[in-house]
């Protein structure tokens, strides 16, 4: 455990930041307010989940890549090397996926249910707003695995000093 407290950090810290930003915009007090909140949010949502929902895909195939790679080279690399290329692959898995729940989310007609309580758009904006920050706070520390196992990768294959 560790060895990955650099990604987990990472992870909590956006979080936390995610956290700050909520919040500072403050409390949401009626139904239309939320429903601003709502649109403003899911335009930069679509973005920003196809984006890490487009990075995530490149991540997995790169994964597999380099699999192939270590697999063919000379050097004998450790368990641990294998042991982060998994972790890559399930925080891009994460990532992905929830990338994809949050699209599906924000491509609902917000404005059109009239029949909702007006606490349900607050609601739903504190669990989108929630999804998009756990969304980037996923592939924040998948970034961080990833340079921590081309370290280790670059270490091994390097000749002559430790990189």
């Given amino acids: 455990m560790r060895k990955y407290i650099w990604p987990t950090l990472t992870f909590v810290a956006i979080c936390l930041i995610g956290w700050g930003a909520r919040t500072a915009i403050g409390t949401v007090y009626g139904a239309a307010e939320a429903e601003v909140l709502l649109e403003a949010l899911s335009r930069a949502g679509l973005y920003l989940g196809s984006a890490i929902a487009t990075a995530s895909s490149t991540i997995l195939a790169l994964m597999l890549t380099l699999i192939g790679m270590i697999r063919r080279m000379d050097a004998e690399f450790d368990a641990e090397v294998y042991r982060s290329i998994n972790l890559i692959g399930k925080l891009a898995t994460a990532s992905l ?67």
Wanted: proline fraction near 4%.
């Fill in 97 to 163: 996926m929830m990338s994809l729940i949050v699209l599906l989310a924000f491509v609902l007609p917000i404005g059109e249910f009239e029949e909702m309580p007006s606490r349900w758009y607050s609601v739903l904006y504190d669990v989108l707003f929630a999804g998009s920050v756990l969304m980037v706070a996923l592939i924040a520390a998948t970034v961080v695995v990833i340079y921590r196992t081309l370290q280790q990768v670059m270490a091994e294959i390097t000749p002559g000093d430790k990189v």
